[in-house]
Protein backbone atom coordinates (compact mmCIF):
# COMPACT_ATOMS: atom_id res chain seq x y z
CA UNK A 1 0.00 0.00 0.00
CA UNK A 2 0.83 3.76 -0.50
CA UNK A 3 3.00 5.42 2.34
CA UNK A 4 2.04 8.53 2.39
CA UNK A 5 3.98 9.90 5.06
CA UNK A 6 6.97 8.52 2.96
CA UNK A 7 6.60 11.08 0.30
CA UNK A 8 5.41 13.65 3.03
CA UNK A 9 8.29 13.55 5.11
CA UNK A 10 10.47 13.40 2.01
CA UNK A 11 8.81 17.00 0.74
CA UNK A 12 9.25 18.21 4.83
CA UNK A 13 12.90 17.79 4.50
CA UNK A 14 13.15 18.70 0.67
CA UNK A 15 11.78 22.26 1.70
CA UNK A 16 13.59 22.76 4.92
CA UNK A 17 16.85 21.86 3.18
CA UNK A 18 16.66 23.61 0.00
CA UNK A 19 14.19 26.70 0.11
CA UNK A 20 17.20 28.89 0.40
CA UNK A 21 18.67 27.79 -2.77
CA UNK A 22 17.91 29.91 -5.56
CA UNK A 23 16.70 26.80 -7.55
CA UNK A 24 14.07 26.10 -5.26
CA UNK A 25 12.87 29.34 -7.07
CA UNK A 26 13.96 27.98 -10.44
CA UNK A 27 12.46 26.08 -13.40
CA UNK A 28 11.50 22.75 -12.83
CA UNK A 29 13.84 19.66 -13.17
CA UNK A 30 12.85 18.37 -16.39
CA UNK A 31 15.55 15.16 -17.07
CA UNK A 32 14.70 13.58 -13.94
CA UNK A 33 11.39 11.96 -13.59
CA UNK A 34 11.72 10.96 -9.96
CA UNK A 35 9.68 12.99 -7.91
CA UNK A 36 11.03 12.38 -4.97
CA UNK A 37 14.92 12.81 -5.92
CA UNK A 38 14.06 15.70 -8.50
CA UNK A 39 13.28 18.47 -6.55
CA UNK A 40 10.18 19.29 -8.16
CA UNK A 41 8.19 19.27 -4.91
CA UNK A 42 10.05 22.17 -3.62
CA UNK A 43 9.58 24.57 -6.55
CA UNK A 44 5.59 23.44 -6.50
CA UNK A 45 5.00 23.88 -3.32
CA UNK A 46 6.54 27.79 -2.87
CA UNK A 47 4.63 28.15 -6.79
CA UNK A 48 1.63 26.85 -4.57
CA UNK A 49 2.06 29.10 -1.73
CA UNK A 50 1.88 32.15 -4.02
CA UNK A 51 -0.39 31.16 -6.62
CA UNK A 52 -4.37 31.60 -5.45
CA UNK A 53 -6.47 28.21 -6.62
CA UNK A 54 -8.37 30.01 -8.72
CA UNK A 55 -5.57 31.32 -11.01
CA UNK A 56 -4.08 28.10 -11.05
CA UNK A 57 -7.13 26.13 -12.07
CA UNK A 58 -7.54 28.81 -15.19
CA UNK A 59 -4.26 28.26 -16.29
CA UNK A 60 -4.35 24.20 -15.94
CA UNK A 61 -4.77 21.86 -19.09
CA UNK A 62 -6.49 19.06 -18.49
CA UNK A 63 -4.74 15.96 -19.86
CA UNK A 64 -5.62 12.79 -19.54
CA UNK A 65 -3.61 10.49 -17.65
CA UNK A 66 -2.39 7.93 -20.86
CA UNK A 67 -1.35 11.35 -22.57
CA UNK A 68 0.97 12.36 -19.51
CA UNK A 69 2.03 9.19 -18.73
CA UNK A 70 3.92 9.07 -22.33
CA UNK A 71 4.82 12.76 -22.04
CA UNK A 72 5.96 13.11 -18.86
CA UNK A 73 9.60 14.89 -19.21
CA UNK A 74 7.56 17.69 -21.09
CA UNK A 75 4.52 18.02 -19.00
CA UNK A 76 6.65 18.25 -15.62
CA UNK A 77 6.43 21.13 -13.77
CA UNK A 78 3.41 22.67 -16.20
CA UNK A 79 -0.38 23.21 -14.26
CA UNK A 80 -2.51 20.23 -15.46
CA UNK A 81 -5.63 18.66 -14.23
CA UNK A 82 -6.42 15.08 -13.71
CA UNK A 83 -9.71 13.47 -13.12
CA UNK A 84 -10.10 10.65 -11.02
CA UNK A 85 -11.77 8.71 -8.35
CA UNK A 86 -10.45 8.90 -5.05
CA UNK A 87 -9.08 6.12 -2.51
CA UNK A 88 -7.35 7.30 0.20
CA UNK A 89 -7.62 10.85 1.97
CA UNK A 90 -5.19 11.49 4.66
CA UNK A 91 -4.74 15.24 6.65
CA UNK A 92 -0.73 15.33 7.29
CA UNK A 93 0.65 16.57 10.19
CA UNK A 94 1.21 20.41 10.71
CA UNK A 95 4.80 21.38 10.32
CA UNK A 96 6.38 24.82 10.29
CA UNK A 97 8.68 24.93 7.36
CA UNK A 98 5.11 24.50 5.20
CA UNK A 99 2.44 26.53 6.15
CA UNK A 100 -0.86 25.85 5.68
CA UNK A 101 -3.05 22.64 6.19
CA UNK A 102 -1.75 19.72 3.62
CA UNK A 103 -3.74 16.98 2.18
CA UNK A 104 -2.55 13.57 0.61
CA UNK A 105 -5.38 12.46 -1.64
CA UNK A 106 -4.60 9.44 -3.87
CA UNK A 107 -6.65 8.91 -6.59
CA UNK A 108 -7.23 6.08 -9.27
CA UNK A 109 -7.09 7.26 -12.66
CA UNK A 110 -7.75 5.32 -16.21
CA UNK A 111 -5.43 4.89 -18.41
CA UNK A 112 -5.34 2.74 -21.08
CA UNK A 113 -1.56 2.71 -21.07
CA UNK A 114 -1.04 0.89 -18.23
CA UNK A 115 -1.01 -2.76 -17.89
CA UNK A 116 -4.03 -2.90 -15.56
CA UNK A 117 -5.54 -0.47 -16.48
CA UNK A 118 -5.32 2.32 -13.66
CA UNK A 119 -2.44 4.38 -12.84
CA UNK A 120 -2.04 5.97 -9.26
CA UNK A 121 -2.06 9.87 -8.87
CA UNK A 122 -0.89 11.00 -5.28
CA UNK A 123 -2.55 14.97 -4.75
CA UNK A 124 -0.38 16.67 -2.48
CA UNK A 125 -3.17 19.16 -1.67
CA UNK A 126 -2.95 23.00 0.39
CA UNK A 127 -6.12 23.37 1.58
CA UNK A 128 -9.76 21.96 3.28
CA UNK A 129 -9.99 18.67 2.45
CA UNK A 130 -13.21 18.55 4.58
CA UNK A 131 -15.97 17.63 1.97
CA UNK A 132 -13.88 15.26 0.00
CA UNK A 133 -14.15 11.30 0.80
CA UNK A 134 -12.97 8.00 -0.15
CA UNK A 135 -15.10 6.74 -3.67
CA UNK A 136 -15.60 11.05 -4.85
CA UNK A 137 -14.62 11.70 -8.68
CA UNK A 138 -12.91 15.03 -8.37
CA UNK A 139 -10.64 16.97 -10.85
CA UNK A 140 -7.69 17.88 -9.08
CA UNK A 141 -5.27 20.99 -10.20
CA UNK A 142 -1.68 21.07 -9.41
CA UNK A 143 1.56 21.52 -10.85
CA UNK A 144 3.28 17.72 -12.14
CA UNK A 145 6.30 17.12 -10.55
CA UNK A 146 7.25 13.71 -11.76
CA UNK A 147 6.55 10.30 -10.71
CA UNK A 148 7.88 7.62 -8.22
CA UNK A 149 7.72 3.81 -7.77
CA UNK A 150 5.60 2.32 -5.31
CA UNK A 151 4.56 -1.50 -4.58
CA UNK A 152 0.84 -2.52 -4.43
CA UNK A 153 -1.00 -4.75 -2.12
CA UNK A 154 0.41 -7.62 -3.67
CA UNK A 155 4.25 -6.65 -3.58
CA UNK A 156 4.55 -5.81 -6.99
CA UNK A 157 6.08 -2.29 -8.34
CA UNK A 158 3.80 0.55 -9.48
CA UNK A 159 4.33 3.98 -11.19
CA UNK A 160 2.65 6.65 -9.42
CA UNK A 161 2.10 10.22 -10.71
CA UNK A 162 2.50 12.95 -8.44
CA UNK A 163 0.44 16.83 -8.06
CA UNK A 164 1.18 19.58 -5.83
CA UNK A 165 -2.05 21.81 -5.51
CA UNK A 166 -4.23 24.00 -4.08
CA UNK A 167 -7.24 23.01 -6.05
CA UNK A 168 -9.95 20.59 -6.82
CA UNK A 169 -13.69 20.21 -8.00
CA UNK A 170 -15.87 17.51 -6.65
CA UNK A 171 -17.50 15.99 -9.64
CA UNK A 172 -19.51 13.42 -7.95
CA UNK A 173 -19.51 9.72 -6.35
CA UNK A 174 -18.36 6.58 -8.10
CA UNK A 175 -20.90 4.54 -8.81
Not at 6 to 32: H, M, Q, R
Not at 92 to 115: R, Y
Amino acid sequence: MFNCRKSYSLLILAVVAFSSFAFAEGPFNTEDKNALTNGNMVIAVLKVQTVSPEELEKTAQSIPVSDLTKKIYTTIGKPVKIRGKVYKVEELPPNDAIPGVWTDILLLVNNKNAPLGATTVEFMYKGDSSNIDSNDVVTCTGYLVGTYENHNAFGGKIEAVMLVGNHFKKEGKSR
